[in-house]
Nanobody, 124 residues
Framework: QVQLVESGGGLVQAGGSLRLSCAASGRTFNNYAMGWFRQAPGKERELVAG????????YYADSVKGRFTISRDNAKNTVYLQMNSLKPEDTAVYYC?????????????????WGQGTQVTVSS
């Protein structure tokens, strides 16, 4: 059974930074693409960043390009989302998710395991 546990959310002022972490169980973490999604109240869940199984390819939503960075540490079974220059519109619950084996971390991947989510609130 795969478990994903997010941490690092919180309240920050606009312009500030947060780093989210997602620790994954399982011995084959490095075979799977990972993604960070977010869902704000009344809005659909969206993929904000994804990273391929090898780490060589990344995806970013237009709204976060240049501000967010996704990375992974396969030795620690952990994926990170560094969020800089945060804006009030970044306020949402952020979820990490695991894609299928050898995925690209793109919106077209099928994400089949999800964490419980961590709240990010950006005040103006």
């Amino acid at each position: 059974q795969v478990q994903l546990v997010e941490s690092g959310g919180g309240l920050v002022q606009a312009g500030g930074s947060l780093r989210l972490s997602c620790a994954a169980s399982g011995r084959t973490f490095n075979n799977y693409a990972m993604g960070w999604f977010r869902q704000a109240p009344g809005k659909e869940r969206e993929l904000v960043a994804g990273i391929s199984w090898s780490g060589s390819s990344t995806y970013y939503a237009d709204s976060v390009k240049g501000r967010f960075t996704i990375s992974r540490d396969n030795a620690k079974n952990t994926v990170y989302l560094q969020m800089n220059s945060l804006k009030p519109e970044d306020t949402a619950v952020y979820y990490c998710a695991r894609s299928g084996a050898y995925g690209l971390g793109s919106p077209g991947d099928r994400y089949n395991y999800w964490g419980q989510g961590t709240q990010v609130t950006v005040s103006s």
